[in-house]
């Protein structure tokens, strides 16, 4: 806490009274203009997920079930049973 008060007087003796408003203002903007890009950047990337994802139930939820799991084989013939003879 002392840090930032310690910050806050050099940045007033450096840029002044009058100035020092102004440009936390504009600070503020930008932050908020960041966040509104970030969230959007996020939201289009949820929904390019969303829409890539497949549709089949029976898929694996995660890369780890896929490898835990392993394929199933198609139903072989049985070999004939020898008569021990």
Not at 25 to 52: H, I, K
Not at 63 to 80: D, G, H, L, Q
């Amino acid at each position: 806490m002392t840090e930032l008060l310690v910050i806050f007087a050099i940045a007033l003796v450096v840029l002044g009274p009058k100035k020092l408003p102004e440009i936390a203002r504009s600070l503020g903007r930008g932050l908020a203009e960041f966040r509104r890009a970030s969230s959007d950047m996020r939201r289009e990337f949820l929904d390019v997920s969303e829409e890539t994802r497949p549709l089949s139930p029976a898929a694996p939820a995660s890369a780890a079930e896929a490898v835990a799991t392993p394929p199933v084989a198609a139903a072989a013939p049985k070999p004939p049973e020898t008569t021990g003879g």
